[in-house]
């Protein structure tokens, strides 16, 4: 596998093709080819992973400025179903971080949806990423099927020379066995539905999802609705008291396999 720069305009248009293959969305939600060429110019990353001659996924990041100070969010980053479970997206976003530094920018940003377990252990567990913001149906309603629970989101910094992600990236990926015995403000019972406490907290605090919420979604979509709603409460409740989004875990216990994040004030 190959990872280099996207710069014509015939591979922009496979890029426009793979969104509307991997997302499944209509036309009019993908990001043309002609809106690429400019945001190049101006700074943004456009990124291909290539097996041979086939592009089997991309990056897409922008630039943009908070506080006064230059950042890139990463809009997309997608891989063709079969090219899955390999780590390429974590080398699609390797490879935008070096970039990144090369052109002087020491942090990344982007969302992502909460209940994809998969993508919170790359975020936080692989990539050393954090979050303390959340926002309700951030793309509203779009065509498709992979938002039938909506489009809420959690805003990942990622801080590319902090000792963290440093640590993270070099394969130190930090097991906090203190997960198994924190409170949590939304657990799974055996029947995989969300499961609501009343808890008071002071420093940490964690939230369970489903190991896999496409295939629960998938044949009981009112639990997967259920899930969304549980979980906003949560996320919205403790990031509004100062926590902060830290790290998760992919966690078995007694023949349950779900998804723990660690929030730390």
Known sequence: MLIRDIDTLSEMLIVEELQKEIWGVADREILPALEMVPV???????LGAFDGEQMIGFAFAFPGFEDGHPFLHSDMVAVKSAYRSHGIGYQLKLAQRVQALQKGIDKITWTFDPLQSLNARLNFGKLGGISDRY????????????????????????????????????????????????????????????????????????????????????????????????????????????????????????????GRYLLRR
Request: with cysteine; proline share 4%; net charge negative.
């Open 40 to 46: 190049k110019k101006v700074g943004g990353l456009l």
């Open 135 to 258: 926002y309700i149906n951030f793309y509203g309603e779009t065509t498709s099927p992979l938002h039938s629970t909506g489009t809420d989101r959690l805003w990942v910094t990622w801080n590319l020379e902090s000792e963290n992600v440093k640590a993270r990236i070099a394969g130190n990926e930090q097991v906090n066995s203190e997960m198994n015995g924190l409170p949590s403000l939304v657990t799974i019972n055996g029947k995989q539905e969300p499961v609501e406490q009343t808890l008071k907290v002071d420093s940490v605090v964690c939230i369970d999802i489903p190991a896999n919420i496409n295939e629960l979604t998938e044949h009981q979509p009112n639990i997967g609705q259920r899930w969304r709603l549980a979980t906003r409460q949560a996320f919205t409740q403790a990031l509004d008291d100062g926590f902060v989004i830290e790290d998760f875990l992919l966690i078995e216990d007694q023949q349950r396999r779900f």
